[in-house]
């Protein structure tokens, strides 16, 4: 039998004597009258109709409840052996001595209390209480979790080898854990078999079944346990993303509402699908859920003043607690650090701050980024053929913007100088007076990258501004000629 039986052993070895040997005269009558009446006529339910299952192993502190079905057999005693269903007042009721309490018992309690009742009709009884099929399983589960509640497991519902829920499972019935979870101090509190209120406080370390798997960390659940997970104190941005790979972390089953405010181009409240995130970084690891880049793409992607540094995640707990996260997409560009790109969840609010200096060099850098824009808008104003604003890849030179703009007006322009006006991150305006030569490569002292806003203004060359000059001395002039035209003068 199983490991999942226990029995009841006397203390010396049964008499070679018939089992009702000494038994009192009015008993042994019904004892009769019962041993030949079928089976079927005296048992609680009809006896299954193929062989009898295996009983169900591993479950040593398991308690009986209404709805399991159990087996008990005896010990010489064919005529007593059967399977039996614990009846909604948690007892088992015997023919022979009517019903025996087995609710909250475990099943080495059950067989001790089954073998003292039949004392009375067997000779030191030898009885084993073996489990055939598990009563649905009701637990509960707080914390953080996607849909805390309640919830019920019908035994058809339970592990393939008919055992009853674990852990993990009652959280991937709850929607999984939410970002904010410390999957290490997972609690469960179990009633103490026999006890009126105690009960016993277990803690799940699920970290350890998801990094080394350690699976004697996904406990089985017992009829009444409950489950809550605390919110972590502080989120290691390694261990988030390993967390939401997992098989009982919460998934975006549709669409996830977050806030995007500070230096992006299209602040506020976005919509993200639940397609993986798109981080173009070498080796990137898709997640199932969005992460920090989707929703700054979402946003219309960062300005070239924002301080990417010091991107911070504002989260919400399921107690009412906020965690401030920091991640430093820097370290995503530069050395492909993923660890950065943070797994998100719903509700959570991106800040992005202002940067207060920014070199040309990381400028270009992080105008190449996957949560940068995929264009700029730059002012062509002055001697142009089209002057305006033109969108533009970023990182383009400032020649490429000028001949974006349809190129010089060849008779007005100043062809040898622009100038380039600049708003600062600090919120100063630089003006810089540039050499400029068409055909030449980017160059940070004749042909910089180009920055959002940045405004080009070509000048006029010095024949178009004499021209200018004398049309604008000789206009008032022209004016009084025409009044002699139109006098006949």
Known sequence: MGIFSRSITPLAPPHQRSPLRGTHPTVLALTLVLVGTPLAAIAQSPPPSGPSPAPITGQD???????????????????????????????????????????????????????????????????????????????????????????????????????????????????????AADVRQVQVRRQQPGSSGAAEVLTVDLWALASTGDISQD?????????????????????????????????????????????????????????PN??????????????????????????????????????????????????????????????????????????????????PQEAAELASASFSPNEITVNVVGEVVNPGGVKVPPNTPLNQAVLAAGGFNNRRAKKSEVTLVRLNPDGTVSKREIEIDLAAGISEETNPALRNNDTIVVGRSNVASLSDAIGTVLSPLSGVFGLFRLLGL
């Open 61 to 179: 502190g398991y308690l009986l409840g209404p709805g399991d079905r159990v087996r008990v057999d005896f010990f010489n005693v064919p005529e007593y052996t059967g399977e039996y269903l614990v009846l909604p007042n948690g007892t088992v009721n015997f023919p022979e001595v009517g019903p025996v309490a087995v609710q909250g018992r475990t099943l080495q309690q059950a067989a001790a209390a089954v073998s003292e009742r039949f004392s009375g009709l067997l000779q030191r009884p030898i009885v084993t209480v073996s489990l055939l099929g598990a009563r649905p399983v009701s637990v509960a589960i707080a914390g953080e979790v996607s849909r805390p509640g309640t919830y019920t497991l019908a035994a058809a519902s339970a592990a393939s080898d008919g055992s009853v829920p674990t852990v993990t499972r009652i959280i991937q019935l709850s929607g999984g854990v939410t970002q």
């Open 219 to 275: 406990l089985r659940l017992q009829d009444g346990d409950s489950i809550f997970i605390p919110a972590t104190d502080s989120t290691d941005l390694a261990e988030a993303r390993q967390l939401a790979a997992t098989s009982f972390a919460a998934t975006n089953a549709g669409p996830m509402q977050v806030a995007v405010v500070g230096e992006v181009n299209r602040p506020g409240t976005h919509v993200l699908d639940n397609r």
């Open 278 to 359: 798109s981080t173009q970084v070498s080796n990137a690891t898709r997640l199932p859920i969005p992460t920090v880049t989707q929703a700054i793409q979402e946003a219309g992607g960062i300005t070239q003043s924002a301080n990417i540094r010091n991107i911070q995640i504002k989260r919400l707990t399921r107690s009412g607690g906020e965690q401030l996260i920091t991640v430093n997409f820097w370290d995503l560009l530069a050395s492909g650090d993923l660890q950065q790109d943070l797994p998100l969840q719903e509700g959570d609010t991106i800040v992005v701050p202002t940067a207060t200096a920014l070199s």
